[in-house]
């Protein structure tokens, strides 16, 4: 079975301090996607990255880098100095080789503190 | 470009009403997706279309639920009856590239 888990529901953390959130992924295929979404307070869902089950390279994107790890089926999420405008629901994702189906996390809200 | 367009953005209706819920996709995109989001049970996908042509509905809740795609820039998700389980945020996103989702801003539905 697909299974997404974040098991952090909520983080604080004060401006300028690092914050990782995590994210386990439970699948049988050998090829699939992981992703990352923020949801703003606003509501609408953006896209962060998408990482395919072969590229086990992390990334790193201005203040957000990502750390994949197949061995412990987890693809975690680092932002380095915090913002306030960081403050957001993170939604962590899998989907299978086609793209199309998709199982999410339950988020993790991040609020970070002035 | 306008994004993924959705109305409306809040929808207040009784318990028995119709609802529909309206979605208009990125001009290009050709796969469109509907999903629900809840405290309860997070984000569930709801259906997804590719080409127009319904793929996978297996994750619509019950038969009150149906979702039509009759062109490639207009998509409807009606809910007839509604049932005050039925409030949530639905989402709709649409892609073109494998994986690489554009998500409207959501309605809001709350059923009385």
């Known amino acids: 079975a697909q299974k997404v888990t974040q098991a952090q529901t909520e983080i604080s953390v004060v401006e300028k301090e690092d914050v990782t959130l995590d994210c386990v992924y439970e699948t049988r295929d050998t090829t699939y996607y992981l992703f990352w979404y923020k949801q703003p307070p606003s509501g609408e869902l953006v896209f962060l990255i998408r990482?395919?089950?072969?590229?086990?390279q992390n990334e790193i994107s201005g203040r957000y880098s990502w750390n994949f790890q197949k061995s412990t089926s987890s693809f975690n999420f680092t932002i380095t100095a915090s913002q306030v405008v960081d403050s957001a629901v993170y939604f962590c994702a899998l989907s299978d080789f086609t793209g199309n189906q998709f199982y999410f996390g339950t988020g993790t809200s991040l609020t970070v503190i002035p | 470009d306008a994004g993924v367009i959705q109305s409306p953005r809040h929808e207040v209706t009784e318990m028995g009403q119709e609802v529909t819920l309206r979605c208009k996709p990125i001009?290009?995109?050709?796969?469109l997706f509907w999903y629900r989001q809840t405290m309860m049970r997070g984000l569930e996908l709801l259906i997804y279309?590719?080409?127009?042509?319904?793929?996978?509905d297996s994750g619509m809740p019950e038969d009150r639920f149906s979702a039509k795609m009759p062109n490639a820039s207009f998509s409807t998700l009606k809910i007839q009856p509604s049932e005050p389980r039925d409030s949530a945020v639905y989402f709709c996103?649409?892609?073109?590239?494998?994986?690489?989702?554009?998500f409207g801003s959501g309605t809001r539905l709350t059923v009385v």
């Open positions: 990482r395919n089950s072969f590229d086990e």
């Open positions: 279309f590719n080409n127009n042509v319904p793929i996978d």
């Open positions: 996103a649409s892609s073109l590239i494998q994986g690489r989702y554009t």
């Open positions: 001009s290009g995109h050709n796969s």
